[in-house]
C-alpha cells in the first residue's frame, strides 16, 4: 500500500510541492516522501487506536474524511515537514491542504472500485497493521450486512441517505 500511495502522491505533488518556489528542488521527493508517510503513519495510527469508525467513514464516504480525521491527517503531514525538511507552517499548511483532500479521496475511489486492484480494503487495513477482525469490522461498517462480506450496499445505502435528509 505504501508504494500505492507514494505514486498517488507524486501524481498530485504539482503545485504544491514540484512547482512551490518555496520548496528547493532538491527537496521535491523528500517531501513528497515525508507527505506519504506522514498520510500513511496517520492511518496507520487510526487503526491501530481502533478508530474504525472515521476510517471506515473515509471509504463509505468516497474519501471525504471526518473533520477528526481530517484534523490528524493535516496536523502530522504539517507538523513532518516543518520538523523534518524546515519547511514553514503557512508553506506546510498548504500542502497539506492541497494534497490530502486529493489523494485521500482517489485512495477510496480506487478501493472501492472492484476493476481497480491497486488498492483494496483488505490490503490496506492489513498494511496499517490491522487483522482479520479489524477487517472484518470495517467491511461491515460499509456494507451495512454485518456478515464479513464485502457488497457494498451499506456504501450504497449511506450515500443514497445523504440525498434523502
Given at each position: 500500500m505504501l508504494e500505492n500511495l507514494l505514486k498517488l502522491v507524486q501524481e498530485n505533488a504539482g503545485d504544491a510541492i514540484i512547482n512551490n518556489p518555496a520548496i528547493p528542488n532538491e527537496q521535491n521527493q523528500a517531501a513528497i516522501e515525508t507527505t506519504t508517510s506522514s498520510i500513511f503513519e496517520t492511518l496507520k495510527n487510526e487503526v491501530n487506536s481502533g478508530n474504525l469508525a472515521d476510517l471506515g467513514?473515509?471509504?463509505a464516504n468516497n474519501g471525504n474524511a471526518t473533520d477528526a480525521l481530517t484534523g490528524n491527517l493535516n496536523a502530522d503531514v504539517v507538523s513532518n515537514l516543518m520538523?523534518?525538511?524546515g519547511i514553514n507552517n503557512e508553506v506546510a499548511t498548504g500542502i497539506a491542504a492541497s494534497i490530502?483532500?486529493?489523494?485521500?479521496?482517489?485512495?477510496?475511489?480506487?478501493?472501492?472500485d472492484p476493476n481497480d486492484s491497486s488498492f483494496d480494503l483488505n490490503g490496506i487495513v492489513n498494511s496499517l497493521g490491522g487483522n482479520g477482525s479489524t477487517m472484518t469490522s470495517i467491511i461491515d461498517m460499509l456494507d451495512g450486512q454485518k456478515d464479513g462480506q464485502t457488497n457494498y450496499g451499506g456504501i450504497i445505502d449511506t450515500v443514497k441517505g445523504f440525498f434523502s435528509k
Open positions: 467513514s473515509l471509504f520538523t523534518k525538511l490530502i483532500p486529493t489523494v485521500i479521496g482517489k485512495l477510496a475511489s480506487k478501493a472501492n
